[in-house]
Each structure stands twice: as structure tokens, then as C-alpha cells.
């Protein structure tokens, strides 16, 4: 048996050979019962017929020695009509008998009935000559007692003979034909043990070939099915996966079409709010110029302003003079009113109300220069003030100055805004465009991003699915293993 | 902007009132016993010199120097039809300074008409008894006397003027001049 052979080819081959022993012992079987029923046809057709006729025969000789019997008693015709047609019928028996009987003894025999038929014949029909005569009864009895009645004893000993032949050859043949029958049945005994013991090891065989080659199978199965069984769930994780990144990428897609809605409504806002700062910067420019000559006019306001407060300085410094004037008066006054202390306590009682005028001469001195102090303080700090009035005035009108140059630039810059956003009128309208074809292309997109999740939910459905057959394809492989490895289940 | 809402002419209307104040009341001579001072200063540091040791406060007098080896004898000045010494307090007291000074106070003395030359007038003191702090009488020092006078703003030692006086009178009438810090 090929090691190749697939399991059809070797179970059509151990059908062959299954069939060819069943072809062979039925075959056989035929032969034995063919052979049998040759033989006991042969026994029916030749033999039973060979004892048949015997038989016949001896029956017709009786009917032929009766019908004898009746002309010698009654002398009517028509029983010399029943003996002769009895005797043909004997005739064409013992013809029948010579063509079958084929061996020497039954020709013998045959030859021996044949002959004492003939001499029973003759002496009967000599003694129905006998009674056709004048003859009386008794000579007609006593001829037919001394001469036919030997004859015909001679006939019966001679079919006894045949029939005693034919059973004998009967018994022959039956038991011929059970030997034959044995032989066939213990032929087939010994066939159907042969193709059992066969058929029981291409059983073996093929059980164990079948075995080890499905077992083999079946481990594959077992291997590949948790394979894919491990494939399926790791593909209805990465479908799930896939799932829940699509859901997010759809998510982010919707939140990105809004984005891109509103980016062209910012963009059509900003288009408008462009035209609107055109005007806006051609109006700018007249404003512009306005304020340059308002610019100016301040100009001129600030030197005014510096001028004074130059004045101001000026009357500050005369102010300091005079309270220097005034620091020094009270400076004298306080001398004098404290010489006039020294003065009134040196005069005594009498000079004590002076002394008071004196000491209020001097206080009223102190007050006068302290506050000649704070005067100058004050001064100083209006003179500081002034100062930096004057400093940061100046550095306003040089400011302005500098303000007058940039508008000037403003001016000039209003005319490069207006171009500027003339420029971004039109990107914002690109834009604009480009942003709604954005968002079409992104609803196309989130459409198709519609097609894969669902697609993906298949996939995950499919996947499932998968994961069942393979758990079941598993189960089956161990239910196979089962099947042909029990213990190894 | 109001007149009276401006600080120097508050102060002016309060200095009004006040000099005009001191003239309503009734005359008290039941007053507390008051010691009056002069608050100078020599270079930077405060002293005190008693009202009563001074006869006349004298303020950018020209003082005329003399061909002298004393060092703290500035010169002479007029006062009053009268010429008097001025010494140089600041060097008297140990103060060097290099400015020249601007005050001189004629002490009242009856031994010889003497005037002290100083850096500052600060002003003038009315302080109870209690604001003196007295030093001990039997100090030899003649720079100044061991008194301290507590005036509101310092801690001011007070010039011991007669002290002053007794050496510059005993150096002219024995024709010494040696310095003080030196004796």
C-alpha cells in the first residue's frame, strides 16, 4: 500500500480486495453449487429418470400382463390392443433406458431386461395365440403358469435389478454430491475466514494508518485552529481597536469640519472686515492728516507751554531772591530780638515787658524763617518741577516732532495697509474657497471614514465569527483526537 | 485755588495769629523759673551757651586779623564803636575747621569785652530746670563745664564761657599763648 495513497485510494483498494474475495468465495460458491446442482441434476435428469422409467416400465409390464390377463379370460380384442400398446410403451422405455444407461453394468443390465421383455413378449403372445385357439382354459392357464409367468419373473428380477442399480447409483450420487457440498462449504469456510482475517488487517492497517495520518491531521488542525483562533482575537482586538480609533477619528474629523466651518465663516468675516478696514484705512489717511495739523497745533502749544514754564523758572528764581530777602530780615529779626533779650534781661524788672515783646519778636522770627525754610523748599521743589516740566516738555515737542515725522510714515503706511489688505481680501477669499473645499473633501472623507468604521464593525462581526468557528474548529479537532487518540484526549 | 488753602499762606495766617495771640493774653509773672540758651554749632557739633553769658549775637561782622602768634585769637571787630578780640571758639573746643566762621557773641563780662566766633547760629532755647543736667563742681576743666543741656533735637554740652574768659584773661595778662589742648 502506497505510503501516498490517499484515503480513497485505500479504501477503494481494500474495497477491491474486499470485493475480489467476496467475487472469488461467491465465485466459488457458484462453482460448488453449480457443481452440485450438475450433479443432482444429473441424478434428477438421468438417474431418477433411468429409475422412473424402471419403474414405468414395470408398471407398464403390469398393465401388459393384465391386459393379457383379461383376453385370456374375456378373449376381447381390446386388451391385445392395451398389451400391445403397453408394449409399446415398454419398447420405447427400454429404448429410452439403452440411450441413458451408458455404463457396461447398466447395459448389461438393460440388455438383460430387454431380452427377458422379449421372451416374456413372445411367450405371451403364444399363449394369446394359444387362447385364440381352440384351446381350453386350463391348457391356456397351464401354458401361461409354465411359460409366461417364468418370463416374466425373469422381467421383474431383471427390473428389480435395474432399479436396485439406479438406487444404489442415487445413493452414489447424493452422497458425491454432499461431499461436494461439504467440500464447497468448508472451501468457503476457509475463504471467508481468510478475506475475515484480510479484511480484519486492512482494518488494522488502515485504522492505523488512518490513525497516525489524522491524528497528524488533526494535531494540524488543533495547532492551525488556535492559531487562527489566537489570529481571530487578535485581529477582533485590532478590530476593536480599529473601531474605537475610527470612532475618535470620526469624532475628530466632525470637530475638524466644524473647524473648517467656521475657519470659512472667519475667513468670509475677515474678508468683510478687510473691505471694511480699506475704508477704514483710506478714511485713516484723512484722519492721519488731521492729526498732523493737530500734531502741529500741539507743537506749537508745547513751545507755548515751554516758554511759560521757562517764565515760570524765571519767577521762581526772583521768588527765591525775595525769600532770601526774607531769610535774612527774619535772621536779623531774630538777632535783634534776642540782643533785645539780652538788652531787657540787663535792664532788670524794668526791662521785662520788653522782654516779652522781645521774646515774641524772636518766636515770631523763628516761625518766619522756618517758614522761609519750607517757602524754600516749596521753591526748590516748584523750581525742579520746572525743570522737569521744561526737560520733559521739550522732550515732548521733540516727541511731537518725531511724532509729526511718523505720521508722516502712518500715512504712508496707511496707503501699504490698504494694499496690504486689498492682498488679504483676496487670500481671504482663497482662503475662504479653499476652506469650503476643505470641508467638502473632509465631509467626503468623514463619509468614507463612515464606509471603514462600518466596514471595521464587519471586520470585528467577521472576526467574531471567525473566532467562534475557530473555537468550534478546536473543539472538533479535540473531539477528532477523541476520536482517534482516546487516551491522548 | 484759594489763598488760605495753600500751605505758606496757612502758615503766614497762623503766624498771625499767634503773634497777634500773644498780645491779648494777660501779662503772668507767675511764670516757672525758664533758663534761656543759645543753640549753636562748631563744625558739625551742638553746643549750648547760656543767654545770660552772652551780651550781643553778632552775625557777618568783619573780624580784622592781627599780626599774632595766638592761634585762637582771629582778630579784632567793632561793635558798637567799641573793638574787641574775637577768639576762635572752634579752636578753643578742640574743633578743627577750616571755614570761616560767620557768628561771634560778645560775652558780658566786666573784665574785658571778649567776643567768640562760632560756625551756626541754630537758635534760641527757653528750657525748664530740669532739662540741665549739672557736672561736677570741682572740675578743672576750662573747655566747657561738665553740664549737658537735653534740648529736643541733641544732647548739647554747654559752653563753659566764664572758664573761657579766666584763661583768656590770665594768657593776656601774663602774655601767654599756649594752646589750650596743650595745657
Known amino acids: 500500500m502506497g505510503r501516498h495513497w490517499t484515503f480513497g485510494h485505500k479504501i477503494a483498494a481494500s474495497a477491491v480486495v474486499i470485493v475480489a474475495l467476496t467475487v472469488a468465495i461467491s465465485a466459488l460458491a457458484v462453482f460448488s453449487l453449480r457443481n452440485v446442482a450438475a450433479m443432482n441434476d444429473r441424478v434428477i435428469a438421468v438417474d431418477a429418470q433411468i429409475l422412473a422409467d424402471a419403474e414405468r416400465f414395470r408398471a407398464e409390464v403390469e398393465r401388459r400382463g393384465g391386459a393379457a390377463r383379461g383376453f385370456l379370460l374375456t378373449r376381447e380384442d381390446r386388451f391385445v390392443e392395451g398389451m400391445n400398446a403397453a408394449r409399446q410403451s415398454c419398447l420405447s422405455i427400454l429404448a429410452r433406458l439403452t440411450r441413458n444407461v451408458t455404463d457396461s453394468s447398466g447395459r448389461q443390465i438393460v440388455e438383460a431386461l430387454e431380452r427377458s421383455e422379449a421372451v416374456h413378449q413372445r411367450e405371451m403372445d403364444r399363449v394369446i395365440r394359444l387362447r385364440r385357439s381352440s384351446a381350453t382354459i386350463a391348457e391356456v392357464t397351464k401354458a401361461y403358469d409354465e411359460h409366461v409367468s417364468p418370463e416374466r419373473d425373469a422381467v421383474d428380477a431383471a427390473i428389480r435389478a435395474l432399479v436396485a442399480r439406479q438406487v444404489q447409483l442415487l445413493q452414489n450420487a447424493r452422497d458425491a454430491s454432499r461431499e461436494a457440498a461439504s467440500a464447497a462449504i468448508t472451501l468457503m469456510i476457509l475463504m471467508s475466514v481468510a478475506a475475515a482475517a484480510f479484511v480484519g488487517l486492512v482494518a488494522f492497517v488502515l485504522a492505523r494508518a488512518l490513525s497516525r495520518q489524522i491524528g497528524t491531521a488533526v494535531g494540524l488542525i488543533q495547532s492551525s485552529s488556535a492559531e487562527l483562533q489566537a489570529g481571530a482575537t487578535q485581529q477582533s482586538t485590532a478590530a476593536t481597536q480599529q473601531t474605537t480609533a475610527i470612532s475618535e477619528i470620526t469624532t475628530t474629523i466632525t470637530e475638524l469640519l466644524v473647524t473648517s466651518r467656521q475657519i470659512a465663516e472667519s475667513a468670509r468675516r475677515v474678508a468683510a472686515i478687510a473691505e471694511q478696514t480699506v475704508t477704514s484705512a483710506n478714511s485713516g489717511e484723512g484722519t492721519v492728516g488731521k492729526a498732523h495739523e493737530a500734531i502741529l497745533g500741539i507743537r506749537r502749544q508745547v513751545d507755548t507751554i515751554v516758554n511759560h514754564m521757562l517764565e515760570l523758572g524765571k519767577t521762581s528764581q526772583q521768588i527765591g531772591g525775595v525769600l532770601e530777602i526774607v531769610s535774612e530780615l527774619a535772621e536779623q529779626t531774630n538777632i535783634l530780638a534776642i540782643n533785645a533779650t539780652i538788652e531787657a534781661a540787663g535792664a532788670g524788672d524794668a526791662g521785662r515787658r520788653f522782654a516779652v515783646v522781645a521774646d515774641e519778636i524772636r518766636k515770631l522770627a523763628d516761625r518766619v524763617s522756618g517758614s522761609a525754610k519750607e517757602i524754600r523748599g516749596l521753591i526748590d521743589d516748584v523750581r525742579s518741577a520746572v525743570n522737569t516740566t521744561v526737560m520733559a516738555t521739550e522732550m515732548g515737542s521733540k516727541t511731537v516732532d518725531a511724532g509729526s515725522r511718523h505720521f508722516a510714515d502712518v500715512a504712508a503706511g496707511f496707503k501699504q495697509i490698504a494694499g496690504l489688505v486689498s492682498t488679504t481680501t483676496e487670500a481671504s477669499r482663497e482662503i475662504e474657497l479653499s476652506t469650503k473645499q476643505q470641508t467638502s473633501a473632509v465631509e467626503q472623507v468623514n463619509v468614507a471614514i463612515a464606509s471603514v468604521a462600518q466596514a471595521t464593525r464587519e471586520t470585528e462581526a467577521s472576526s467574531s465569527q471567525t473566532l467562534q468557528t475557530a473555537s468550534q474548529l478546536a473543539l472538533l479537532s479535540n473531539d477528532l483526537q477523541r476520536l482517534v487518540k482516546p487516551r491522548a484526549a | ?183
Not at chain 2, 6 to 22: C, G, I, K, N, W
Not at chain 2, 120 to 144: C, K, Y
Not at chain 2, 155 to 168: F, K, S, T, Y
Request: aromatic content about 8%; hydrophobic content about 45%; some cysteine.
Open chain 2, 1 to 183: 485755588m484759594s489763598g488760605l488753602a495753600f500751605p505758606v499762606f496757612t502758615t503766614a495766617a497762623q503766624l498771625r495769629r499767634a503773634f497777634d495771640h500773644s498780645f491779648t493774653v494777660a501779662r503772668s509773672f507767675e511764670t516757672p523759673r525758664l533758663h534761656d540758651f543759645l543753640s549753636i554749632r562748631l563744625g558739625t557739633e551742638p553746643y549750648a551757651m547760656r543767654l545770660e553769658q552772652v551780651a550781643r549775637l553778632v552775625a557777618g561782622i568783619t573780624i580784622t586779623p592781627l599780626p599774632t602768634t595766638a592761634p585762637h585769637l582771629l582778630g579784632i571787630a567793632g561793635s558798637r564803636g567799641a573793638i574787641v578780640p574775637v577768639y576762635d571758639l572752634r579752636s578753643l573746643l578742640g574743633c578743627s575747621t577750616a571755614d570761616v566762621p560767620r557768628w561771634i557773641v560778645l560775652v558780658a563780662t566786666t573784665l574785658l569785652p571778649v567776643a567768640l566766633a562760632f560756625d551756626v547760629f541754630e537758635g534760641h532755647l527757653r528750657v525748664p530746670g530740669d532739662a540741665i543736667a549739672l557736672g561736677p563742681t570741682e572740675t578743672s576743666s576750662w573747655q566747657q563745664t561738665p553740664d549737658v543741656l537735653h534740648a529736643p533735637d541733641h544732647l548739647r554740652p554747654i559752653v563753659n564761657v566764664p572758664a573761657i574768659i579766666d584763661w583768656i584773661s590770665l594768657s593776656m595778662l601774663q602774655g601767654l599763648s599756649p594752646s589750650p589742648m596743650e595745657q
